[in-house]
T-cell receptor, first 113, second 113 residues
Framework: AQSVTQLDSQVPVFEEAPVELRCNYS??????LFWYVQYPNQGLQLLLK??????LVKGINGFEAEFNKSQTSFHLRKPSVHISDTAEYFC???????????FGKGTRLSVIA | DAMVIQNPRYQVTQFGKPVTLSCSQT?????MYWYQQKSSQAPKLLFH???????NEADTPDNFQSRRPNTSFCFLDIRSPGLGDAAMYLC????????????FGPGTRLTVL
């Protein structure tokens, strides 16, 4: 079975500072990796995904993530955050086929003016 | 725009009074999912439909049922809501082809009085 660990439940950061949200996964087979963002009282919006190929993936809103197979990690980064980036961020994995997503517990990013 | 629609966005019900949440999609996706998300927690999969095939998660309470009358619509029925069922309920869809990326609706926030 797959599992996802997001080590940081909350990350406060000042506006215009860089941020990294950590995600590690466990799986005995190849996985697809996703980052979703959730604003208050909203559904989940896809930020970016890793399917195959280049390990550096660029997403929306200036976010990027790097897949590291040896460390089983898929950390999310942004070089300069804005107040509007304040939200909950979920890392998720799924294996090939039609299995559902497995989510991490989420990281709440709070951007401070 | 193709999308996943959930109605209503906010639902209030009384303890023990049956309630139905609805989800519709214009993506023509084969797979539809229902997740329960409690405050500050990751979404928890309740069940999913692969075409007409119903797949229930082992720990989903019997109180929760689902119907999918056609490709576009899926319903979540809570037969006797308890206070612990208050949560955000998220509907998602994916295609059985390709990477199976999931597209989420905006969610329905259920309050149980």
């Amino acid at each position: 079975a797959q599992s996802v660990t997001q080590l940081d439940s909350q990350v406060p950061v000042f506006e215009e500072a860089p941020v990294e949200l950590r995600c590690n996964y466990s799986s005995s087979v190849s996985v697809y990796l996703f980052w979703y963002v959730q604003y208050p009282n909203q559904g989940l919006q896809l930020l970016l995904k890793y399917l195959s190929g280049s390990t550096l993936v660029k997403g929306i809103n200036g976010f990027e993530a790097e897949f590291n197979k040896s460390q089983t990690s898929f950390h999310l980064r942004k070089p300069s955050v804005h107040i509007s980036d304040t939200a909950e961020y979920f890392c998720a994995v799924k294996i090939s086929g039609n299995t559902p997503l497995v989510f991490g517990k989420g990281t709440r990013l709070s951007v401070i003016a | 725009d193709a999308m996943v629609i959930q109605n209503p966005r906010y639902q209030v019900t009384q303890f023990g009074k049956p309630v139905t949440l609805s989800c519709s999609q214009t993506l023509n996706h084969n797979v539809m999912y229902w997740y329960q998300q409690k405050s500050s927690q990751a979404p928890k999969l309740l069940f999913h439909y692969y075409d007409k095939d119903f797949n229930n998660e082992a720990d989903t309470p019997d109180n929760f049922q689902s119907r999918r009358p056609n490709t576009s619509f899926c319903f979540l029925d809570i037969r006797s809501p308890g206070l612990g069922d208050a949560a955000m309920y998220l509907c998602a869809t994916s295609s059985k082809r390709g990477t199976n990326e999931q597209f989420f609706g905006p969610g329905t926030r259920l309050t149980v009085l």
